[in-house]
């Protein structure tokens, strides 16, 4: 006993633990008092997410359109430290739309309710900055619609002077995907990529798009959404017309030909197209398009390319024909048969493994009397390219390239292999 005695009595001697007891002791007291006697205050918590009650709606098959990320602001009343800034979010507030009265589709005026989340809170809801909504209740619906360009424009839309011309607006997606209620998706007439401009344009031109969905009355929807939408964008082309020679391009061709291309005749000699100012300075020429070396055979082949095909511009007739002839002078020919074991197939479908039906292949082979007497078997090989190709399960024909290691010599023709195509294992 007079060991406790002593022990008590050194504790209260130490002035250290008595200064640590009085201020835990005032800390205590401090927020005893200032709990009790904080004043009460109003404050306006901003930014309150709106939901729907939609309990009877659902029953009926609806859904709510129009309160997509719907929020108000909600004034309530309470002690500082319930409803300070630091204390009181947003999400602790729930209001709610209130659907009872709902019961078939249409357009609906919504009483809104606010009340805490948690029901043990003790400041109180004093107002909200609406107490009505509008909310449409459907049966949703989603369908896919083109996309056409509208736009406004103040003047003419390019430059009278320069020899300018443009084409049709070119747009960065053609077509959405629109989601909403019934009603309204059934009286979609049209969508709109709607620009506007001061026009005068001297060169291409985007511009950021609204997409507009009408009726045929040409009233804007209200309460369909785009699902499938990125920036939507319309490119104004406009071209710079010109008068260039045309030519062909040649793909396939063996190494000799490269740089020593066959002679080629075309009719007309130029064409009148329309170029891009900042490609025009480097063209000095317009292609048709390409020649396949596989398609050229002894003495004048003869091609017709159409100008409306044209890729580098665009052709002011564009149904305007060109002869195109391709003198090959005297070439010999000789059938070699090739196997197709060692087939190399590129870009296989991941769906499935791809099998060469074993068999031979009997190939033209067209070039210089003396080079294609000394071409054999080895120097053909077979190559596929199965992009875009669709295959079944099974056997399949596929298109295949010869090709050759001859400087002077080519494969004439098209030709196909059978191959045989399995399904690939999938791990469930």
């Not at 209001?95 to 809170?121: C, E, H, I, M, Q």
């Amino acid at each position: 006993m007079e060991s406790n005695r002593r022990s008590r009595k050194s504790i209260l001697d130490n002035q250290k633990v008595l200064i640590l007891v009085s201020i835990l002791v005032a800390i205590v007291l401090w927020l005893g008092i200032s709990m009790t006697s904080s004043p009460t205050v109003q404050r306006v918590v901003r930014g309150v997410p709106v939901t729907v009650d939609d309990t009877i709606p659902a029953q009926l098959g609806y859904e709510a359109f129009g309160v997509e990320n719907l929020t108000v602001d909600v004034t309530v009343s309470g002690r500082r430290y319930e409803v300070g800034d630091n204390v009181l979010k947003a999400d602790d507030i729930q209001v709610t739309a209130v659907s009872a009265n709902v019961d078939s589709s249409g357009k609906y005026t919504l009483g809104l309710v606010a009340t805490p989340k948690d029901s043990r809170a003790n400041y109180s809801i004093v107002s909200k900055s609406r107490d009505y909504i509008d909310v449409f209740f459907d049966t949703p619906k989603t369908t896919t619609i083109t996309i056409e360009p509208s736009i406004k424009c103040k003047g003419e839309l390019i430059s009278n002077s320069g020899n300018l011309i443009t084409t049709n607006p070119i747009l960065s997606q053609n077509t959405v995907t629109i989601y909403g209620p019934s009603s309204e998706v059934e009286s979609i007439e049209a969508a709109y990529a709607a620009i506007s401009t001061d026009g005068n344009l001297r060169s291409s031109k985007t511009y950021k798009a609204k997409l507009r969905i009408v009726d045929e009355e040409g009233k804007e929807l209200e309460y369909v959404t785009a699902r499938n939408l990125d920036a939507l964008t319309v490119t104004i082309p406009v071209y710079k017309l010109t008068n260039l020679p045309a030519t062909v391009s040649f793909t396939n061709a063996p190494a000799a030909y490269v740089d020593n291309m066959p002679n080629v005749t075309i009719s007309p000699r130029t064409v009148d197209v329309g170029v891009e100012g900042d490609k025009l300075k480097e063209m000095k020429a317009i292609s048709l398009g390409d020649i396949d070396f596989s398609t050229l055979s002894s003495g004048t082949n003869t091609y017709t390319f159409r100008a409306g095909d044209i890729t580098d511009g665009v052709a002011t007739n564009p149904d305007e024909l060109y002869t195109v002839t391709v003198d090959m002078g005297e070439l010999a020919a000789k059938t070699v048969t090739i196997n197709n074991d060692n087939m190399v197939i590129n870009n296989e479908n991941p769906d499935f493994h791809i099998h060469p039906v074993k068999g031979n292949l009997s190939v033209t082979v067209m070039g210089p009397s003396s080079d294609v007497d000394n071409v054999t078997a080895d120097d053909l090989s077979i190559s596929a390219d199965l992009t875009g190709v669709e295959l079944k399960e099974g056997i399949n024909e596929i298109p295949v390239t010869i090709n050759t290691n001859s400087k002077n010599c080519w494969a004439y023709g098209t030709y196909t292999v059978r191959v045989k195509a399995t399904k690939t294992a999938t791990n469930n």
